[in-house]
C-alpha cells in the first residue's frame, strides 16, 4: 500500500474518532466489491486505514503530495492510469479540496472499468458540521475548502453515468472537541439515521458505472418490385 501524508487534524481525539468510524463503514461498503486494483485517492487516513478490509488483490493510494515508497504523486484531474483498468476507487473527502472537483469525477469515470465501483465519503454541509464549517470560514474540518451536498453528488454522478447503489449518512456526534464514550458514540451514530437523518455529519455514496449498451442499426433492405405475368410492376420511382 502506498503512503501519503494525512491531515493533521486527523491525529486529534475529533479527527481519530471520525476516521476509525469511516474505516468501519468503508469495510461495510466494500465487501462486496471484488477486482484486481482498488484505487484510493487522497491521503486521508494512515497507508491502508479506510481500504484495510478490500477484498480486492491490489491497493494503492494517489495524491499530489504522496510519498513513501512505490507512492503515486498526481494531479487529481489527470491521473496517470490507464482507461477503463480499475474496479474500484475510494474518494474520502477528495472532492471537498480538489482544484477541479468534477474534472477529478471524469477521470474516475474514465479509468473505471463497466459495472466498477466508486465510493464517496463526504460532509454535509446541511448539518451541525456544515454550519461549523460555515462559522470557522472554511477551516473546518482541514483541509476541507468546500462542502457538497448528497444532492448535488448525486447529480453529478447521473450526468457521468453512475448508479448510485448505496448511500448511508453517519457522524452523529456533535463537532467538537469532547470526551465522549464509545457506547454514547455507538448509540448516536445506532439511532442517529432513525430519528435525525438529515443532521447526520457525513455521508457515503456507493455508485457503479454503467455500461451504455450499443443498439446496432439494421439495414433496411429495399424490397424487390412485384412481378406481374412477366412485367414488372411499377414503383414510385419509374411509375410517372
Known sequence: MNLSRQPPWLDTSLGAAVLELEARICADALADVF?????????????????????????CSLAPDASGPGAIRTQFDALPIATASVEAVLLPHTLEHAAHPHGLLRE?????????????????????WGLRHIVSRGRFPPPATRLLSERR????????????????????????????????????????????????????????????????????????????????????????
Open 35 to 59: 477486482g484486481f486494483e482498488l484505487l484510493q485517492i487522497g491521503g486521508w487516513g494512515g497507508p491502508g486505514e479506510l481500504v484495510a478490509h478490500a477484498r480486492t488483490q491490489h491497493r
Open 108 to 128: 474516475v469515470e474514465r479509468v473505471l472499468v463497466g459495472e466498477g465501483t466508486l465510493l464517496v465519503c463526504g460532509f454535509n454541509p446541511l448539518g451541525p
Open 153 to 240: 453528488l448525486r447529480d453529478w454522478l447521473g450526468l457521468l453515468g453512475f448508479e448510485v447503489t448505496l448511500a448511508q449518512r453517519y457522524l452523529f456526534a456533535p463537532p467538537w472537541k469532547q470526551q465522549m464514550s464509545v457506547r454514547t458514540r455507538e448509540f448516536l451514530e445506532s439511532r442517529g439515521p432513525v430519528f435525525a437523518s438529515p443532521l447526520a455529519g457525513a455521508y457515503l455514496l456507493k455508485a457503479r458505472k454503467r455500461v451504455r449498451s450499443v443498439t446496432p442499426i439494421r439495414p433496411v433492405w429495399h424490397r424487390a418490385p412485384a412481378v406481374v405475368g412477366s412485367v414488372a410492376e411499377p414503383t414510385s420511382r419509374n411509375a410517372a
